[in-house]
């Protein structure tokens, strides 16, 4: 054999054997691999499943109601009268709106997220694809509604609807999808004129099921990314509103709400102010990791 042979101990033939196994992996399977040997992103998704298990059956184990008022308890420690992190001006126990505002910001991230990309995905993918006067029409509406500020627009809402928990969803997501949809539409720019989207087109498939199987399934690298990204920024959103008392209303707690009352009182009770804190941090920095590991991990030119 005039051909050179690899030893399989050697270095060479061990980065051609990992090209090899490279070229064989679909581009979501070598992402996968990719994203498991991130370890600020798994380091991220392991301390964000367990806030999210504290937030989903924690108020269910915990002795105290989030809204049970104990005039006996009023500014206790941690540690003391059976309150793990303390109590608050009214007594009630820190950890167990602790919990209950961690599932309401993580609710109100997921939903409000939710919103947000199902209509930047559906506006961006129309007016990418359609194009002309329609993509001229549908991307001034975003302009004039990027021009509103986001503070005046939730007051607008507020003021016209009532301060209520599901009009945070709607005021939140209803600004949010902005930036989804301008992502979405330029990389619909770029695959409408891809040889498999000429190919459905010349099959006869119409606009909205080339829209729905061609060029959506093609954006979800980009879209999941985003997603990751968008859901802190909607916590820090609605913790800025709850700051400012237009968010979440007492009783009814959120990590903005528990936030805003130990800035108010974090020289009698800094415990009222670090712990809301340190789980806000948490959160944000677990959405962060996960999302930086995903952007590296289906990014092309890294593989």
Do not use: C
Request: a positive charge; zero cysteines; hydrophobic letters at 55%.
């Amino acid at each position: 054999m005039s051909a050179r042979v690899l030893a399989p101990g050697s270095r060479r033939g061990a980065e051609a054997m990992e090209r090899a196994a490279v070229k064989g992996r679909s581009l979501w399977d070598d992402a996968r691999r990719r994203l498991l040997r991130n370890r600020a992103a798994m380091a991220g998704v392991v301390v964000l499943a367990l806030l999210v298990l504290a937030a989903v059956v924690g108020p269910a184990f915990s002795p105290f109601a989030y809204d049970e008022v104990n005039k006996a308890d009023v500014w206790v420690g941690p540690l003391s009268h059976g309150h793990l992190l303390g109590a608050d001006a009214l007594g009630r126990d820190l950890l167990a709106r602790l919990l209950m505002g961690l599932r309401v910001s993580l609710a109100i991230g997921l939903v409000a997220t939710t919103v947000s990309l199902v209509i930047g995905v559906t506006w961006g993918a129309v007016a990418g694809f359609v194009g002309g006067r329609v993509d001229e029409a549908m991307m001034r509406v975003v302009d004039v509604l990027y021009s509103l500020p986001f503070i005046f627009f939730v007051i607008l809402l507020m003021v016209t609807f009532g301060s209520n928990f599901i009009l945070i969803f709607v005021a939140i997501g209803a600004v949010e999808w902005l930036t989804m949809s301008r992502i979405v539409r330029g990389q619909t720019l770029t695959l409408k004129h891809k040889e498999f989207v000429e190919a459905a087109r010349a099959a006869g498939l119409g606009t909205g099921g080339v829209i729905v199987r061609h060029i959506v399934p093609n954006l979800l690298g980009p879209v999941v990314v985003y997603v990751t990204l968008t859901i802190p920024a909607v916590i820090l959103a609605e913790s800025f509103l709850s700051f400012l008392g237009l968010g979440v209303q007492p009783p009814m707690a959120s990590l903005g709400t528990l936030i805003a009352t130990g800035a108010q009182d974090m020289e009698l009770a800094p415990w009222l102010l670090i712990f809301p804190s340190l789980v806000m941090v948490a959160a944000l920095m677990s959405f962060n990791f996960i999302g930086d590991g995903l952007r590296d991990a289906i990014d092309p030119k890294d593989r």
